[in-house]
């Protein structure tokens, strides 16, 4: 068990669908993230949020679009993804961002296994 | 950003001591060194994390080097529930948190 919880925990969709994957914690923690994991690879960081607000997009297509409702919800809304979109989409979350450098280690979801067809 | 070089896999008796390896030859004063571990199907979970001294909980250890150009964590006792893809991270500005291809170990009987 985590204390970051991700649902649902599968999800399939065309290509033409939209949908969202939601993220809760109850840390209280004001900093949070969404990550892409492929088979075999690295988790790669797609957004940071601090205090509710956007500080990075790590260049993510547009299809992809985040929002953090208040600071214990992050959401990632799909719309026309592609079949190479597929992957393990992970949540995380932490304490705040002190000076730019994080100090305090990152929470981790176990993840939404998202498969486009 | 510093980026981490590691073993791609490993293996290590049941029972031993696990001691992996990390290069982070490019890292700056103020940037932490993080470890996690990734269980198939599960999200990383948190091991340990250190800035310029050794540091020990309940998981494992983490020795930095004086330079702080490398760094190794010790599971002292590697069970079966071990083998898992271990990831040295180091936190870039930002609060990026990057993570590398990371080693593979396996604990065998």
Redesign the interface.
């Known amino acids: 068990d985590?204390e970051?919880t991700q649902t649902p925990k599968h999800l399939v969709m065309g290509m033409t669908n939209k949908k969202s994957l939601k993220c809760e914690q109850h840390m209280g923690h004001r900093?949070m993230?969404w990550y892409k994991q492929k088979a075999k690879k690295?988790?790669?960081?797609m957004f940071?949020y601090?205090y509710e607000k956007l500080?990075?997009n790590e260049s993510v297509p547009s299809r992809f679009s985040p929002e953090c409702p208040n600071s214990s919800l992050l959401n990632l809304h799909l719309h026309a993804l592609q079949p190479e979109d597929s992957a393990l989409y992970?949540c995380?979350s932490?304490q705040e961002?002190l000076d730019?450098?994080?100090?305090s280690?990152?929470?981790?979801?176990?993840?939404t296994r998202l498969t486009v067809t | 950003d510093a980026k981490t070089t590691q073993p791609t896999s490993m293996d290590c008796a049941e029972g031993r001591a696990a001691n992996l390896p990390c290069n982070h030859s490019t890292i700056s004063g103020n940037e932490y060194v993080y470890w996690y571990r990734q269980i198939h199907s599960q999200g990383p979970q948190y091991i340990i994390h250190g800035l310029k001294n050794n540091e020990t909980n309940e998981m494992a250890s983490l020795i930095i080097t004086e330079d702080r150009k490398s760094s190794t964590l010790i599971l002292p006792h590697a069970t079966l529930r071990d083998t898992a893809v271990y990831y040295c991270i180091v936190s870039a500005q930002g609060g990026k948190l990057i993570f590398g291809q990371g080693t593979e170990l396996s604990v065998k009987p």
């Not at chain 1, 690295?42 to 960081?45: N, T």
């Not at chain 1, 730019?100 to 100090?103: A, E, F, S």
């Open positions: 985590t970051v900093a993230y690295p988790p790669e960081l940071v601090s500080s990075i992970l995380a932490s961002i730019g450098q994080r100090r280690p990152l929470h981790f979801g176990n993840g």
